[in-house]
């Protein structure tokens, strides 16, 4: 019998292929409202946490220098580590958490309400279509996105770590 997650993934999966979610729900409406129930809930819920693994990203600005949360979708790779993919809805360009990660790897991440420091390296080209295959098992078509984007989607393991004395 399928579990309730299950039937909510086949009835939104298909919603999320489609050009008004890339372009609009995605970007527009989905970056509010999981901040604002991140805010009601004090961390501890994420709506995409209700569909697929979900984590929030916490970094530091690539230009700025300031800290910067973003909530992503995340594929565990069976050996402790969070895969994380840049897709930004197909864009056209990069989402700007990934240009953080390159100049600054050492950031954190917050799981089911669990902060813990990672470190994040960069998917190598060998490991590619492995990695998307994990992902695609969870989500299936997320590759589409890289497709559609037009570029290289970066994609990014992320090593929990302990943290300095």
Known sequence: MASVVDVVRRLIAPLTRTRVFRRVIGPAFLPPVERFVAWVSRGRVQVSALLVPSLVLHTVGAKSGEPRDVPLMYTPDGHGR???????????????W??????HPDAAITVRGQRMPVRATPVPASERDAVWELIEAQWPGYRNYERESGRTVRLFSLQPVRPPA
């Open 82 to 96: 969070a895969i994380v993919a840049g897709t930004n809805f197909a864009g056209a360009h990069h989402p700007a």
């Open 98 to 103: 990934t240009a953080n990660l390159l100049a």
